[in-house]
């Protein structure tokens, strides 16, 4: 059975409405970096779509495995960052936190 590309366009155009709908809307900074992280997966499923409708070219393939890679180095920075956060202001809402303290 052969789903046609533009099913993955719709589904990935939802997705990337869904994360950014999260990340305008939620205080919550754990809610915020899920959020991107559902708008940096919408993506690769829209780069591998793409890469469908050339099958012998594997850049939106490799594109996407770089975009994962990137997902997973912010995933881990932002945590880090909401940790110290929360360690310093016993917070975890982005606007409670109004001084930098070094």
Request: charged residues 10%; neutral net charge; contains cysteine.
């Amino acid at each position: 059975m052969n789903v046609p590309v533009h099913h993955f366009l719709y589904l990935g155009a939802f997705l990337f409405s869904v994360g950014l709908v999260v990340v305008i809307s939620k205080r919550n900074t754990i809610l915020v970096l899920l959020g991107l992280e559902l708008m940096l997966n919408a993506s690769n499923l829209n780069l591998v779509a793409f890469n469908r409708l050339h099958p012998g070219n594997l850049q939106g393939q490799m594109f996407a495995i770089f975009v994962i890679v990137v997902a997973v180095c912010e995933a881990a920075v932002g945590l880090a960052i909401v940790l110290r956060i929360y360690r310093e202001y016993q917070t975890s809402v982005p606007d409670d936190v109004n001084e930098l303290n070094l």
